[in-house]
């Protein structure tokens, strides 16, 4: 097998949107009217007052994560991160996140993206492993330790970051306390300089802890939410520790966060994502929503964008009209790969999905299949490639989705770089908020998540909740 590096092009190119599929042109009486969304057509006005609207609350409240990739708070986070990439450059062999939801999903994602899928495995990588620990599931947490201590077992060359935005979540602090004995019992009174917090610069319970042990913090900064936060410090730091470029991932965010203040539809990629998928789900009925990377290194931020799409806009409305459920189901495939476990239910099942296909151009690798083996059955691909291959089973795909009248779009990336995964993000992040003031919804809170929060407390004992845990029979 000989890997083939593709020619480097230039970095800055910009990921593109194709929503023609979701039309009735294309997939007749399933699709949008090409009349709604055409200029002057009701979608582009509704779009430039939303347009507005967000333009009046850019940066304030609960949207302050729309500053993070430009001027005076992406100056400060950066210089705060790449202080503690240096000072730990070199020293590292594994990096430990111990989060969880919109504290884990960003680095899981970003690592994924951008560092080979091997990372963790090459004897000869240049930065250290990263593994991070999101469940309370002892199993996985076990192992983790268990590998490290085997390797390191003074956690000379490990650190380990705790995130959390609240300071109190129950999964990342169980971690925490768990990690933070472990370093005392190796390491004493020195153990300070093997754990950094990234949390709220002023309040919590976290804030306390680390600020009494010492621990080196990062802020998640005022009005930026979990899962709005991967841009933040909360992303940024295992990137910038395990050797990825943040520069180009922000720049990337900046490049699209500007192009989505244009008040014209069809200029402003955000709004037309999130006016196509709410007008395939409001009225052609298309409530989930299938996201399927034909690229594994895209995979997990399939995952990152689950969150952000499920938590932000599945919400109660409680309208002159009574009571409403809003949202969409969001599903991950992954392509071709599900072509050979899912596409059978897309094509004939309910006629209830909108499939986002995210292809990718120019990949960084090409495998050539070798030509001339003889083999009269396999001939068509022989002298081909992978690359070519999987870019004609989504072509395929596509074609046979179509032709079942099912709704699909692209969001096509040039290359995989930071400054097109930066740019996938914030479209994603700005298309929730669309999404969410055309749904009526406030795409910042999760009032639904609460009630199992609290009644976990109150089955662990948190004192305050005696009333929950007599309900739940405790
Ligand atoms: O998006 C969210 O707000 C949640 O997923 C949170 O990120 C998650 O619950 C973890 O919260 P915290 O960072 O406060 O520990």
């Not at 992040?429 to 795409?443: E, F, K, R």
């Amino acid at each position: 097998m000989t890997p083939t590096p593709t020619t480097p092009t230039m970095p800055a190119t910009t990921i593109t949107l194709d929503t023609a599929r979701c039309l009735s042109t294309a997939v007749h009486e399933h699709g949008i009217d090409p009349d709604v969304l055409a200029p002057g057509g009701p979608a582009t006005r509704t779009a430039q007052a939303l347009t507005q609207r967000l333009e009046a609350s850019r940066g304030t409240g609960w949207e302050r994560w729309r500053l993070l990739a430009e001027g005076a708070m992406r100056d400060e986070h950066v210089r705060g991160v790449k202080a503690i990439a240096d000072r730990y450059a070199g020293q590292l062999d594994n990096v430990v996140v111990l989060g969880i939801g919109g504290s884990a999903l960003g680095n899981i994602a970003l690592q994924s993206a951008l560092n080979p899928l091997t990372h963790n495995l090459d004897p000869k990588r240049t930065h250290p492993r990263l593994f991070v620990l999101d469940n309370a599931d002892p199993v996985p947490f076990h192992q983790t330790l268990s590998l490290i201590t085997s390797e390191d077992p003074a956690f000379d060359r490990t650190l380990f970051v705790v995130i959390s935005k609240s300071g109190e979540t129950a999964e990342t602090a169980a971690q925490f306390l768990i990690v933070r004995d472990i370093l005392q019992r190796a390491r004493g009174n020195g153990h300070a300089d093997r754990m950094i917090a990234v949390t709220d610069p002023t309040t919590g319970t976290m804030r306390r802890l680390c600020d009494a042990a010492g621990y080196a913090t990062l802020p998640v900064p005022e009005g930026v939410g979990g899962r709005f936060s991967a841009l933040s410090p909360v992303g940024l730091v295992s990137c910038a520790l395990c050797g990825l470029d943040i520069d180009g991932l922000l720049d990337g965010a900046a490049t699209m966060e500007r192009a989505c203040r244009d008040e014209d539809l069809h200029a402003n990629p955000a709004a037309k994502l999130a006016t196509v998928l709410v007008e395939l789900g409001q009225r052609q009925g298309k409530t989930v929503h299938v996201m399927m990377p034909y690229a594994n290194q895209l995979y997990l931020l399939a995952d990152w964008w689950r969150q952000l799409w499920a938590e932000s806009l599945g919400k109660v409305v409680r309208g002159v009209q009574g009571v409403t459920y809003a949202g969409y189901t969001p599903v991950k495939a992954l392509g071709a790969t599900d072509q050979h476990s899912q596409v059978q239910l897309y094509r004939e099942g309910p006629n209830d999905k909108a499939i986002i296909f995210l292809e990718v151009e120019k990949f960084a690798t090409d495998v050539v299949i070798p030509a001339g083996l003889g083999e009269d059955a396999l001939a068509y691909l022989e002298g081909s490639s992978l690359a070519t291959l999987l870019s004609a089973e989504k072509k395929a795909t596509e074609f046979a989705l179509t032709e079942s009248r099912r709704p699909n779009l692209t969001i096509k990336f040039p290359e995989v770089t930071p400054h097109t995964v930066g740019q996938f993000m914030m479209l994603w992040q700005v298309a929730t908020a669309y999404a969410g003031l055309m749904l009526g919804v406030d795409a910042y809170d999760q009032p639904a998540v609460e009630l199992g929060k609290k009644a976990t407390f109150a089955l662990m004992g948190k004192p305050g909740y005696d009333d929950l845990r007599a309900r739940l029979g405790g």
